[in-house]
């Protein structure tokens, strides 16, 4: 009796140590040992969390490229915005610069503003080296998996963009359906550079079959000069994070399927205190979810923000669905109203934060490339959590079980049956 109480107490202390490490040093363990993510140090990320700030920032650091501008987005909507783009990219061109872009064949036909067969043309002539990853051509069904919904710029392997933002002028002026389009972006310079110069150069030849011999410039890019040389200047509202330690989770088809789930599940399953998640699908599975309710029974403070409109119909209903389960359970769940949040972000213990192009969907978790940066920094992750805490102070309701009721039966109901279309989202 006494020899299973010692094994019952022993058993015991382990899991209490395991559950006390810390998630940072958890997840970036897990990440090496499994998918041989790199880390570095030294990293200066600042993030943007308009469309004007971030594409007023990239536009300038474009406009002084010396060498490259790579360029992968999962749509250029053809609008004001990427004809600004492509203008400037045109007449770096005609400066000798290389300019390589990728785009998603599915992205472009399913936006209501594609790019044209005759427009690619045009661009090719002006010096524009742009491609579409995977046309949609019929069967069409044979082209609905596997998608490319990365969002990566990296300008003379010195400065990148990643995030959540395309190429799309409503990120600046809303849409008339919903209002406002939030979302998140960010600037990195260091180190962490190259990888994010890495993933798009594998691509390309993956998607060209041609080599992408890049230029590279001698440029110290941890240091302010390059920062003050590429971009606008830094304003109360951009506020950089240096010497931050930064990994990018890459997920690439049949190679690292899990990687983006295996993150998100060593964060909540390491959480000790507190979990905050905006993310516009917010439809996990089954994995994710349980999880989720773990960490609830162990005390955490799990807070999510969804949109209460979407851009795509029958989502809002199936988000709802999911959200109320994890509000039944103990989770703060805020809905925002301040026009659609399409951010993908994640603060944990504010030790450690998720960025970058991955939903909390199927779709993301199995079966398109994504691309996210683990920022393991309370600095940087701060900064997130102030956005976090001014939008549910001001634009957000909470979901109540007095909030739910006041739903319409139909809406209810149809947040109920939409579930079933959960793992096609």
């Known amino acids: 009796m006494l020899r299973k109480v010692l094994s019952i107490l022993l058993c015991s202390c382990a899991l209490y140590s395991v559950a006390q490490e810390r998630v940072d040093s958890a997840t970036v363990k897990m990440l090496r040992e499994e998918f041989g993510v790199a880390f ?28 490259s501008v790579h360029l992968e987005y999962f749509n250029f909507r053809n609008d004001s915005i990427s004809d600004l783009l492509f203008n400037l990219l045109a007449e ?49 069904v044979n082209h609905a998996l ?21 190429v799309a002028d409503y990120y600046i002026i809303g849409k008339p359906e919903f209002g406002d389009w939030r979302d998140i972006h960010c600037r990195i310079v260091g180190p962490v550079v190259k990888t994010l110069q890495n993933i798009f150069t594998d691509f390309w030849q993956k998607v060209t ?34 010497n931050t330690t930064i990994g990018v989770v890459d997920r690439v088809p049949h190679q690292t399927p899990k990687i983006i789930r295996r993150t998100f599940l060593s964060l909540i399953n390491h959480a000790q205190t507190q979990i905050q998640i905006i993310n516009p699908y917010f439809i996990p599975g089954g994995k994710i979810m349980r999880a989720l309710k773990r960490a609830l029974r162990r005390g955490v403070d799990v807070q999510i923000m969804v949109s209460d409109k979407s851009d795509i119909p029958i989502t809002p209903r199936v988000v709802e669905h999911c959200v109320h389960r994890l509000m ?11 026009g659609f949040h399409h951010s993908k972000i994640m603060m944990v213990d504010s030790v450690v934060s998720f960025v970058g192009s991955a939903n909390l969907n199927s779709r993301s978790l199995r079966y398109d490339y994504e691309c996210n940066v683990l920022v393991c920094d309370r600095r940087a992750t701060s900064v997130l959590q102030q956005i976090f805490e001014t939008d549910k102070q001001t634009r957000c309701y909470q979901l109540t079980p007095e909030a739910w009721r006041t739903y319409s039966r139909s809406r209810r109901f149809a947040a109920w049956f939409y579930q079933i279309l959960a793992p096609f989202l």
Request: hydrophobic residues 35%.
């Open 40 to 67: 570095s140090e030294g990293n200066r990320i600042t993030f943007f969390h308009t469309g004007q700030e971030k594409f007023d920032d990239l536009f300038a650091a474009v406009a002084r490229a010396r060498k």
């Open 92 to 140: 770096r061109a005609a400066h000798g610069v290389r300019i390589r872009a990728i785009f998603d064949g599915f992205g472009n036909s399913s936006n209501n503003s594609p790019l044209r067969s005759n427009h690619l043309n045009n661009l090719r002539r002006r010096g524009i080296d742009i491609v579409e990853f995977d046309p949609v051509k019929f069967p069409w």
């Open 209 to 242: 079959r041609r080599p992408a011999d890049v230029d590279v410039l001698e440029v110290q890019s941890t240091t302010p000069d390059t920062v003050r040389y590429y971009s606008t200047p830094d304003t109360n509202a951009i506020v950089p994070v240096c």
């Open 146 to 166: 596997y998608r490319d919904h990365r969002k990566i710029v990296v300008i003379d392997d010195s400065i990148a963009y990643t995030g959540g933002m395309n």
């Open 328 to 338: 039944k359970r103990g989770a703060s769940v805020y809905m925002y109203t301040g």
